[in-house]
């Protein structure tokens, strides 16, 4: 079952029933499909009950929790950084934990969830440049959206700015609890200082602040002064001093945790 919830005229956040989020955009000629969920669900069915329009799928980075789902549909887009995460993540291994947690939960998976070949996305073809980040501006018909590199989370992890709404849409590269210890993440501090970075330049362009932010993990839109203080808080200093935690893999990795945000963040102390 999914949850849908629209957070401006031409956007609806969207649910999937094993908790996470993607993003539809929907213009006057087309639309995209910011992530595709854990596949259990025929995404593509339950989009089509939102709009009649075409709908491309991009990708914001090559984890299972948003690209199984890409199973649905005939073509999608990513950045070609993280293809070989794609690979992996879709593998058997991968989706026989999905299996494995969706049960615990009561989810019914498609007969052939763990059959299923998946294509390999298309690369996305930057060829403009915000900064220092490359990036690629899409029309869909009275909206336009940017598509901006930004490592972090992974490698070839990609963001949306939707400069109509001043809405910055950031995948797994910012959550109010955001993981930055898996082996592909780049260390804690380059990628704080990507994404300060990413934000300085957008509103410099524009002239205009950001005024609310779409992550994969909520299921709801935040202010976008939430991410601008969670950026800051995470200095160099609590880098440095953060205590570790157990994550049942063997990586050095610490926590940084801030009340009552409810703010964390998990990191691979081996990298900074």
Known sequence: MFHAEIIFPEVTHITDAMGVSMTLIEGKNR????????????????????????????LSHGHHDHILGQRWFEESRMCSDD???FRQRTGLVQRKKVAEQAGQKGIKLPADFLTVRFRDPCPILFTEALGRFAQETEDLGNLQVKIIHVPGHTPGSIVL?????????????????TWMW????IP???????????????????????????????????????????????????????????????IHTCEIRKEPEGWILLFDKDKT
Request: contains cysteine.
């Open 31 to 58: 639309a995209i499909l910011f992530d595709t969920g854990y596949g259990t669900e025929n995404v593509k069915a339950f989009i089509h009950t939102l709009t009649g329009k075409p709908v491309s799928v991009l």
């Open 188 to 250: 804690a501090n380059c990628w704080r200082d990507n994404m300060k970075e990413l934000i300085r330049d957008l509103e410099t362009e524009s002239g205009q602040e950001i005024e609310t932010v779409l992550c994969s993990h909520q299921p709801s839109a935040r202010k976008a002064s939430e991410i601008k203080s969670f950026l800051t808080y995470m200095s160099d200093e609590r880098i440095g001093k953060a205590p570790d935690v157990d994550m049942g893999a063997p």
């Open 83 to 85: 293809l070989e995460e």
């Open 161 to 177: 700015y939707l400069e109509k709404y001043r809405l910055l849409l950031t995948g797994d590269n910012w959550n109010p609890c």
């Open 182 to 185: 898996f082996p592909s993440s």
